[in-house]
């Protein structure tokens, strides 16, 4: 039926390529020979979700199981949404094209908190009641994990679970649960109830809030007799052996990121104090070199790629970095294949490193400072010196570059208008250290670009109790950044002020926010994080509309001792590890990265880590 009506309306549509299916390596298999039918939603375009290396990664596991069919699902864009409505037809899977309400999971990835109007408006076009209690079945059961999940209650009211932390056990775990409860005629609740005694699982309807008058929480608490008061994280230590895809669904249509992914590590060691990555990610766990090295070899030969990204937090912090670049060039260079380490350091940057990258296939390379002085780079733990970064550039330049991105955060807890100005000037300092090179590229010019976003404070990172810059502070420090540009050769591009306002309030919200969202998909807005779609002034009027105040939860400092909304998940960062880093912040104090001195922040109890091994006389 869905297939006969989509033959009708895709010639209306742009790129109708990413709504048919029937790419390569998509796994089919007969819905009557499976016992779960599981729906991986990605809340946003399919060229944005076909780029996820979790979805990628879930998506094999569960179809490497017999009796579970894993199939995709994106949000169609406005013109295909459109054409949906009109022409009566649900949202739908790619692999079957079975509409989404006939699956027994419908899972979400929760990668930006600017999401999750997608997220109500896919199971608005799904026909599936938006409420976890208003799904009474022990059918669309719907789960949600990634990044978001850490604060949970924005959307605590329209998911019955959450999967906190590393989802390769956990998932499957949960999944085979429901297996058994489906074969045993249990019911939604007992099924809920059961799934919250395993670790890693957060049943929102099992716990109850209280506030104070003042608006903060008074307390959280269980609600049943046995369900964890706290809920840890799941974490993967043996990276080696957890399951990695062998092949990926290769997109019909070109997607934001088009080429193979290995990860070649989780966690980070360096621990930047505004970074939510690198506190939920701890500890750092490392893939070895022949491991990595079969791996992405593996992926170019099944995907036909030429190019492999090598992903991680900090690509230069693998300890193995030279090593594995030499494995991997003995057969890339033959083959013609392109290695890419998207997320380099510039105290990580070396000649071997430039050697190898520059092999097959030359681009310009991206650093991120973060800070424009020596002092708020300090504020913020990011232990990178200027001198390093303009030597890093000058070895670059050498090494025939001429194309240089620079990334900053502008509205940082203490920053002034001179760290703003700082910007600015180490641009400037860029552009000069090019013309200091005696070996850069004759006959061309330097092109150094300034991107800046605005600071937006998160849970589980020491600036979690920070305020957020008003927008219109925001406004002035980006007009001090252009006014202080002298050359052509430097461009500045900048993140919008409104978005990271209602990424910050959603980002440490509470429950109370779940009426918001509700009222807002009433209204039809979704893609929030693209400007086609976003309005401003129209959020407001939800926000007044639903009596809350979206400043309360941006621009709102917090006391050390409130009780905010994520402290009954552990993800193993202790609170008193992040007020000791805090502090020292406005001390202008910096922290030795995790390979240097072990710092105590509660990682270690995760046996198996770096921490732990640089460590065992403290456990």
């Given at each position: 039926?869905?297939?006969?009506?989509?033959?009708?309306?895709l010639l209306k549509v742009q790129k109708p390529g990413k709504y048919v299916g029937g790419e390569l390596n998509a796994v089919i298999k007969n819905k009557d020979e499976v016992d779960v039918r599981f729906a991986f939603c990605f809340p946003d375009t399919y060229e944005i979700g076909m780029s996820h290396l979790g979805m990628k990664i879930l998506y094999s596991l569960f179809n490497s199981k017999p009796y579970i069919w894993c199939e995709r699902v994106f949000a169609p864009w406005i013109d295909m949404e459109e054409q949906m409505i009109k022409n009566d037809i649900p949202l739908y899977a790619l692999e079957s094209m079975d509409p989404v309400s006939e699956f027994d999971f419908i899972g979400f990835t929760l990668q930006y908190e600017l999401s999750y109007t997608n997220v109500l408006n896919m199971l608005k076009l799904s026909n599936i009641?938006?409420?976890?209690?208003?799904?009474?079945?022990?059918?669309?059961?719907?789960?949600?994990?990634?990044?978001?999940?850490?604060?949970?209650?924005p959307i605590a009211e329209f998911v019955d679970m959450f999967f906190i932390g590393d989802g390769e056990e956990v998932d499957l775990e949960v999944i085979e649960l429901f297996r058994e409860c489906k074969k045993q005629g249990k019911t939604k609740d007992e099924f809920l109830y059961l799934a919250s005694?395993?670790?890693?699982v957060y049943v929102p309807a099992l716990y109850d809030v209280e506030y104070n008058e003042d608006g903060t929480i008074k307390a959280f608490t269980p609600n049943r007799e046995g369900v964890p008061k706290k809920i840890e994280k799941r974490v993967m230590m043996d990276m080696d052996n957890s399951y990695y895809p062998d092949n990926f669904v290769v997109p019909n249509v070109e997607i934001v990121h088009d080429r193979a992914v290995e990860e070649i590590f989780r966690g980070c060691i360096r621990g930047c104090r505004f970074c939510q990555a690198g506190f939920l990610y701890r500890p750092v766990r490392e893939k070895s070199v022949d491991c990595i090295n079969e791996q992405c070899h593996t992926l170019c030969r099944n995907t036909g790629y030429d190019e492999i990204s090598l992903s991680s937090l900090s690509s230069s912090d693998y300890s193995q970095i030279v090593p594995l670049l030499e494995k991997l060039t003995e057969w890339s260079v033959d083959e013609n294949v392109s290695l890419s380490l998207p997320s380099l350091r510039v105290d990580g940057f070396s000649d071997d490193i430039l050697s190898k990258i520059k092999s097959v296939r030359k681009?310009?390379?991206t650093f991120a400072p973060e800070a424009g002085t020596q002092r708020l780079r300090d504020v913020i733990n990011k232990n990178v010196r200027e001198d390093e970064l303009l030597d890093t550039c000058l070895v670059a330049f050498d090494?025939?570059?001429?194309?240089?991105?620079?990334?900053?955060?502008?509205?940082?807890p203490t920053e002034t208008m001179d760290d703003?100005?700082?910007?600015?000037?180490?641009?400037q300092k860029v552009v000069n250290t090019f013309y200091k090179s005696e070996n850069r590229p004759k006959g061309k010019g330097v092109k150094v670009t300034l991107s800046s976003s605005s600071f937006v404070p998160k849970p589980f990172t020491p600036f979690q109790w920070e305020p957020q810059d008003s927008i219109e502070t925001i406004h002035s420090k980006q007009a001090h950044i252009r006014e202080n540009l002298t050359t052509k050769k430097i461009s500045y591009n900048y993140h919008d002020a409104d978005t990271s306002f209602l990424e910050a309030v959603f980002a440490r919200g509470d429950r109370k926010l779940n009426a918001v969202l509700l009222k807002a998909c009433e209204k039809g807005m979704r893609f929030d994080g693209w400007s086609d779609c976003f309005s401003f002034e129209k959020w407001m009027e939800v926000f007044d509309e639903c009596g809350v105040d979206p400043h309360f939860y941006a621009n709102r400092h917090r006391s050390f001792d409130e009780i905010l909304p994520w402290d009954h998940i552990d993800y193993s960062i202790t609170k008193e590890f992040l007020i000791s880093e805090c502090r020292k912040a406005y001390e202008n104090q910096t922290t030795p990265h995790c390979r240097e001195k072990c710092s105590n922040c509660g990682a270690m109890k995760h046996k198996g880590g770096v921490c732990f091994e640089k460590c065992k006389s403290m456990v």
């Open positions: 039926m869905i297939k006969s009506k989509l033959e009708k309306i009641p938006l409420k976890s209690s208003d799904r009474k079945e022990l059918t669309n059961i719907v789960v949600a994990g990634g990044p978001c999940a850490c604060n949970p209650e005694q395993i670790k890693g681009s310009g390379l090494g025939g570059y001429t194309t240089v991105k620079l990334y900053f955060m502008i509205g940082l703003v100005k700082g910007i600015a000037e180490l641009g």
